[in-house]
């Protein structure tokens, strides 16, 4: 059969779609050239392609499970759902039909049914499928994409007017075409993997060129000429400039002197500037306006920079990928960060997963309500005017990020905002109503998008970034019609400033009158003697104060979202220093000192929701959001008044797999007003992309319900407590701050340890947590805990000599004053901990962060460091009930996670734990199989097996 044959059969059809659905499907098939569906064998792990594949599936109110086919599954492409309209009223056949409201809805219902039996699919089979087809036999096919495969939401493809493929235009090869890769490779059809690698390419491209010109000139005046060249070459390549264009000046000018360059270029930035004639282009230009042509300096270029420049704007940029086009140009820009252009940044996937439910889906959910209301009128007018209402309050909706970086979260949701549009546009079109030249209602535009940056470099790209955003969609919607003038309003939607601190004045820390500095925190040099790299003395920063510190304001917005940074609070202290740091928390009392710096973004916005300021809000955070610290910032806002709830958490997903982001895991929570139910999705599987995406592809399983603090459904772990009975027990070990403390045998020999007498109590065995989970590696450490620095130079002089010159420099440069001066000692000596072993022979250890929970016995002469938790016990019992798996069951769900695994954290698995009431009997056998359990494992070390290796073994 061959394709008119096709369309001229079915065109007349009008039978039931039970009836006419199988043949008409096998024979598209013929057309299509792909195989045909296989017969059903009941079996879902073998039914991949087949016809009327069975699913058990939730219905709309989640109460009723019921028994559905899909019309027909091909697993790993698609899901269809057919729908045969019967002759229609009018007399028309489907071949002939126009779309009418009566067959949308008949349709729509279709693809709710279609995303109802997709989550019902076996995931442990395969993931989600990409598409959702929608045939109406005889008629249209409705094409709905979802690439990431991870359950969300599936949108027009590739968008909401043209997601429709009539019979009749199956007549143009490239909708055959299009049908076919549906079938046999749909991943191709990702836009994302598509236009990935061409923009990664050019700002490779830019990369050179802005290195190439910083040879003559400064790299800030190379970065703000290049971004508007490389705006300028994008509305070129978009149509939006007149003749030959950017790149036919730029060809003319090759061989002029770099003066007339300067002076052509400058007058074409001057004309885009306000609009009107070029004399550079000879031609009339539109009113582009904006702050990017305030400012219309061009540099003068040599003959090999003309040539690059040229070479670039011959390049294709109408399909860069602002999603990841800005990360990418704010390193090309910038000399120090050059180096990363091939380094991370957020991909656009975990991008679309968090914006998807903090700002998508309650918008979704309003407009099939509008929707919904519209179809159930009977006067098409008043049908209209429920859409036009929503279409203007879409064209109102605020987002802001308050850390926008370069505008990647920002532009991906424009992206949403404007599919969202599509379909209303598309529904107001069934009606009759058309859009005129956007002026009526307005549409959905950069101004709805609010940035807060604090990098003046990355705010001026997020704004150009959203622009080159819309304006592709523009094109890509409209054609070459020009966009309303002036093309680029002029106010500015992203803000250049600190997002969460304001201050009345900044003024320089003095002592003695003298301006106090600070090393740069990250300038080092070679240590004369020992070689080793030192902080660089003479890199040094002024330290300031901040008078009032307040918290800042944020626009108004009705959604906020983004990614704002992490930072612990010991690098808070070496990024921004003391006063920053100390003005952050005066500033924000209600926040706990140790928290991390995302959760202040967290904290504002919280209360932002509670004052009913805004609606939703999403963040990543660090996966320590879950976690004592962090967790506090969450738990006030759940337990506040009003409440605050979670719509969505990922408490544990992975960040990308470049080398340095690889043990970094983060988490997505999205904050709703109310106590309610929410989404919790769980990462199940994860694994590496296969055409080396940074991306981990991720399977989730969701649960509904109250999440909690914690970031989990079910009971709350999170109120628990310490008890007086486990108190003062359990405690970390030592933390040096100098790992010059660290001495091999042979050094401590050499030191004096065996001669020196009353030494052996100042150079101890130590461990850490990689010592007893591996192989230990057999050192000492220098404890001069107890001594003055002048009673260690009188009684050690070797080992005062050696901390001087291993331990002393760095110290010297440590952020708090008692530890610059107490420069002999560790960092934390922990008195404490020394108080609670003396006297014991042994007392059991774990590691605070390992993948397998076990506990230990430690010989009292070991000194542990801080990365082992300690119980001051030497009874066997406990280490038997601690190591049981009721304690290790209580200690994962209580204690947290760093990077990817298990933390055992003192308070919170520890102190809380209820050990029980055994009877002396029950102690006695307790006892015994611990101490089996101790020897067997020393045993095994002794061979050579790690614990790590024994407990991998126990868990296979
Ligand atoms: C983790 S990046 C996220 C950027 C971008 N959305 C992305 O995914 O790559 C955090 C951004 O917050 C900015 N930032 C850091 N501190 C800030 C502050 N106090 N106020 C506003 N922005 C800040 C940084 O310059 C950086 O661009």
């Known amino acids: 059969m061959d394709i008119d044959q096709f369309i001229s059969k079915w065109e007349r059809s009008a039978g039931s779609e039970q009836g006419n659905s199988q043949t008409y499907l096998g024979e598209l098939c013929e057309v299509l050239e792909v195989e045909k569906p296989r017969p059903t064998t009941g079996d879902p792990a073998r039914d991949a392609y087949v016809f009327e594949r069975g699913v058990d599936y939730l219905d709309d109110d989640g109460a009723r499970r019921r028994w559905g086919r899909i019309d027909l599954y091909k697993r790993d492409c698609f899901v269809l759902e057919s729908k045969q309209g019967r002759r229609a009223d009018d007399g028309t056949l489907p071949g002939e039909r126009q779309a009418r409201p009566g067959m949308d809805a008949v349709l729509e219902r279709a693809r709710a049914q279609a995303k109802q039996y997709i989550a019902a699919l076996d995931r442990s089979i395969a993931p989600p499928p990409p598409f959702i087809i929608i045939c109406d036999v005889g008629a249209t096919f409705d094409l709905y994409a979802e690439f990431t495969r991870t359950g969300g939401e599936y949108t027009p493809y590739p968008d909401a007017r043209a997601k429709r493929i009539r019979l009749g235009d199956l007549r143009d090869p490239d909708n055959l075409d299009l049908l076919r890769t549906v079938w046999t490779d749909p991943a191709q059809l990702d836009p994302s993997r598509q236009t990935a690698q061409a923009t990664r390419a050019l700002a490779g491209r830019l990369a050179e060129l802005s290195r190439e010109l910083e040879a003559d000139h400064s790299p800030d005046s190379v970065a703000d000429f290049l971004m508007r060249c490389l705006f300028t070459m994008f509305v070129e390549d978009v149509g939006l400039l007149p003749g030959s264009g950017f790149t036919g000046l730029l060809a003319s000018l090759q061989d002029r002197p770099p003066e007339v360059f300067v002076r052509a270029v400058e007058e074409l930035w001057r004309a885009m500037k306000t609009g009107g004639w070029s004399a550079s282009l000879l031609d009339t230009v539109l009113h582009f306006n904006g702050p990017l042509f305030a400012n219309p300096t061009a540099l003068p270029l040599t003959p090999a920079q003309a040539g690059a420049l040229l070479e670039a704007a011959e390049a294709d940029w109408q399909n860069v990928d602002p999603a990841i086009f800005g990360s990418l140009l704010?390193?090309?820009?910038?000399?120090?960060?050059?180096?990363?252009?091939?380094?991370?940044y957020t991909p656009r996937a975990y991008v679309e997963r968090l914006i998807e439910p903090t700002v998508i889906a309650p918008l979704r959910a309003e407009w099939e309500a509008a929707q919904a209301a519209a179809y159930a009128q009977s006067d098409p007018a008043r049908a209209v005017e429920l859409l036009r209402r929503f279409h203007q309050r879409l064209c109102t909706v605020r987002v802001l990020d308050p850390a926008c970086g370069s505008g990647n979260f920002l532009y991906v949701t424009l992206e949403g905002l404007k599919r969202l549009e599509n379909d209303v546009v598309a529904a107001r079109e069934q009606y009759g109503d058309h859009e005129r030249g956007l002026t009526e209602i307005g549409t959905v535009g950069p101004a709805q998008l609010l940035g807060l940056e604090v990098n003046p470099r990355a705010a001026a790209i997020a704004s150009l970034v959203v622009w080159i955003g819309y304006l592709q969609w523009h094109r890509r919607t409209y054609g070459a019609a020009s966009p309303p003038e002036p093309v680029l309003d002029g106010d500015r939607y992203i803000d250049c400033r600190d997002a969460v601190l304001t201050w009345r004045e900044r003024r320089i820390r003095l002592e003695n009158g003298q301006p106090v500095t600070r090393w740069d925190g990250h300038t080092t040099i070679k240590h004369p003697t020992t070689g080793l790299d030192v902080p660089d003395e003479n890199a040094r920063e002024l330290v300031y104060d901040y008078l009032d510190p307040q918290p800042a304001e944020w626009p108004q917005a009705d959604y906020v979202v983004g990614n704002p940074p992490f930072m612990g609070i010991a690098m808070m202290r070496a990024a921004f220093g003391d006063g920053y740091t100390e003005a952050l928390r005066a500033a924000y009392p209600d926040v706990a000192d140790s928290t991390d710096l995302v959760m202040y973004w967290w904290h504002k916005a919280a209360g932002l929701l509670r004052e009913g300021r805004i609606r939703r809000f999403g963040f990543i955070t660090t996966n320590s959001i879950a976690q004592t610290f962090s967790r506090r910032v969450v738990a006030a806002a759940l337990a506040g008044e009003p409440p605050v709830s979670l719509a969505f958490a990922i408490p544990d997903h992975p960040w990308v797999d470049a080398a340095e982001g690889a043990a970094v895991r983060i988490a997505m929570t999205v904050a709703q007003e109310g106590h309610r139910e929410g989404t919790l999705a769980t990462v199940t599987a994860e694994e590496k992309h296969a055409d080396g995406d940074e991306a981990r592809a991720v399977t989730f399983e969701r649960v509904e319900g109250v999440i909690n603090a914690d970031l989990t459904v079910g009971v709350d772990v999170t109120g628990i407590v310490a008890l007086q009975s486990n108190r003062d027990l359990a405690n970390r070990g030592v933390c040096l701050f100098g790992d010059g403390f660290i001495v091999t045998p042979e050094l401590a020999a050499e030191l004096g340890l065996g001669t020196v007498p009353g030494i052996e109590q100042h150079i101890r065995n130590y461990r850490n947590g990689k010592d007893i989970t591996d192989t230990s590696r057999g050192v000492l450490v220098i404890d001069l805990f107890g001594l003055t620095a002048e009673q260690v130079r009188d009684r050690y002089p070797a080992v005062y000599q050696h901390v001087v010159e291993y331990v002393k420099p760095r110290?010297?440069?440590?952020?708090?004053?008692?530890?610059?001066?107490?420069?002999?000692?560790?960092?934390?000596?922990?008195?404490?901990?020394?108080?609670?072993?003396?006297?014991?022979?042994?007392?059991?250890?774990?590691?605070?962060?390992?993948?397998?929970?076990?506990?230990?016995?430690?010989?009292?002469?070991?000194?542990?460091?801080?990365?082992?938790?300690?119980?001051?016990?030497?009874?066997?019992?406990?280490?038997?009930?601690?190591?049981?798996?009721?304690?290790?069951?209580?200690?994962?769900?209580?204690?947290?996670?760093?990077?990817?695994?298990?933390?055992?954290?003192?308070?919170?698995?520890?102190?809380?734990?209820?050990?029980?009431?055994?009877?002396?009997?029950?102690?006695?056998?307790?006892?015994?199989?611990?101490?089996?359990?101790?020897?067997?494992?020393?045993?095994?070390?002794?061979?050579?097996?790690?614990?790590t290796q024994q407990y991998n073994a126990l868990a296979r």
């Not at 704010?330 to 991370?344: C, I, N, Q, S, V």
């Not at 010297?812 to 001066?821: L, S």
């Not at 000692?825 to 003396?838: S, V």
């Not at 798996?885 to 990077?899: F, I």
Request: proline share 6%; aromatic share 10%; with cysteine.
């Open 811 to 947: 110290r010297d440069h440590n952020a708090r004053k008692v530890r610059r001066e107490n420069w002999w000692l560790f960092g934390e000596t922990n008195p404490k901990l020394r108080e609670m072993l003396a006297g014991l022979p042994r007392y059991i250890a774990t590691p605070e962060t390992a993948k397998h929970r076990f506990f230990v016995f430690l010989d009292e002469s070991i000194l542990p460091d801080n990365m082992l938790v300690n119980i001051a016990l030497d009874d066997a019992y406990y280490l038997g009930v601690l190591s049981s798996r009721w304690h290790v069951t209580w200690a994962l769900a209580s204690g947290g996670t760093l990077e990817d695994r298990p933390r055992y954290t003192k308070t919170r698995c520890f102190d809380p734990f209820p050990f029980p009431a055994a009877d002396e009997g029950q102690r006695g056998v307790i006892r015994e199989l611990a101490e089996r359990l101790h020897g067997h494992r020393v045993a095994a070390q002794a061979a050579g097996v790690t614990l």
């Open 330 to 344: 704010e390193r090309a820009l910038d000399p120090r960060e050059r180096h990363k252009l091939g380094a991370h």
